[in-house]
């Protein structure tokens, strides 16, 4: 497998090797060892989630304040805009946000690792999202980042209207209100 770091190197751009001829392809998704040389250290996985959305969907920006997650994220069907945000105070890189196209065809995985704050917007017509967390999922410290905060200044895509959200994403808290980790 390719590990490219993004612009906040904590956050890694992961292609797995793929074998296609006339009949298809096959990769290997994850393999332990294989990830945790590319992360530098041993990371448990305890839950899988799959979703799937449609065109305009966005989902996040999303973290949890204990119980944090880091999370190993791919798309399966469609494509998908995706965003990592740190939101790790004593980070040099705090506040600044990366965004990947993350698509069936391009195979691509994104590392967000504890202490970033993630979202997502389906580009295609849908989007089956896939991803791995090392810890469960806690509803109690559960926060969410408003998606077009001004401080963070995301430049998401133009998708031929307003972003779809559900009642929490669109109540989401703005950065400079938000709990962060130190």
């Avoid at 290997?28 to 041993?42: I, R, T």
């Avoid at 989630?49 to 469609?78: A, D, F, M, W």
């Avoid at 805009?81 to 004593?90: G, L, P």
Wanted: hydrophobic share 40%; glycine share 8%.
């Amino acid at each position: 497998m390719k590990v490219t770091p993004t612009a906040i190197p904590d956050v890694l751009v992961i292609e797995p090797k793929v074998f296609g001829d006339p009949r298809g392809f096959f990769l290997e998704s994850f393999n332990q060892k294989a990830f945790d040389q590319a992360v530098g250290k041993h990371v448990e996985f305890v839950q899988d989630n799959h979703s799937r959305s449609v065109k305009r969907v966005l989902r996040g920006l999303h973290y949890q304040i204990q119980q944090p997650q880091g999370k190993l994220v791919r798309v399966i069907r469609g494509a998908v805009y995706d965003v990592a945000v740190d939101i790790r105070k004593s980070s040099p890189t705090f506040g600044k946000w990366v965004g990947i196209e993350l698509n069936e065809d391009n195979q691509r995985q994104l590392w967000v690792p504890i202490g970033f704050a993630h979202g997502f917007m389906v580009l295609s017509q849908t989007a089956d999202f896939l991803y791995k967390t090392t810890d469960y999922y806690a509803p109690l410290h559960e926060r969410c980042i408003v998606w077009n905060d001004p401080d963070l200044a995301i430049i998401w895509p133009s998708v031929g209207g307003e972003p779809q959200l559900s009642k929490k994403d669109a109540a989401g808290s703005a950065f400079a209100a938000a709990s962060v980790f130190e």
